[in-house]
């Protein structure tokens, strides 16, 4: 069974940084795309970034390019979300994902199967 943990969430000050973590378990981890997603209250979950099997390949939502940066080590089973010059608009809870396939970047979230729990970042004015 494959299992999606995230963490590094937390309450930041506009401007500062975090970086998310997410580990994945149940099958080879190198071999499929992860991405990062998000959710706002009231709002529909959205694409943030994703990164191809051998991190040749990343894609970044408009509203994150040039302050986000996903990476993956694939000897630990883990990909990374960087996250610079953070919002108020960045609050929302932060989901990692993995299709079930293995397949090229996308950011579609109903091409992701598994999903993490989801951790918290609050950025604050």
């Known amino acids: 069974q494959v299992q999606v943990v995230e963490s590094g969430g937390g309450l930041v000050q506009a401007g500062g940084s975090l970086r998310l973590s997410c580990a994945a378990s149940g099958r080879t981890f190198s071999l499929y795309v992860m991405g990062w997603f998000r959710q706002a209250p009231g709002k529909e979950r959205e694409f943030v970034a994703a990164?191809?099997?051998?991190?040749?390949?990343?894609d970044y939502a408009d509203s994150v390019k040039g302050r986000f940066t996903i990476s993956r080590d694939n000897a630990k089973n883990t990909v990374y979300l960087q996250m610079n010059s953070l919002k108020p608009e960045d609050t929302a809870v932060y989901y990692c994902a993995t299709p079930r396939t293995a397949r090229g970047v996308s950011r579609r979230v109903e091409e992701y199967a598994y999903w993490g729990q989801g951790t918290q970042v609050t950025v604050s004015s």
């Open positions: 990164i191809s099997w051998n991190g040749a390949s990343t």
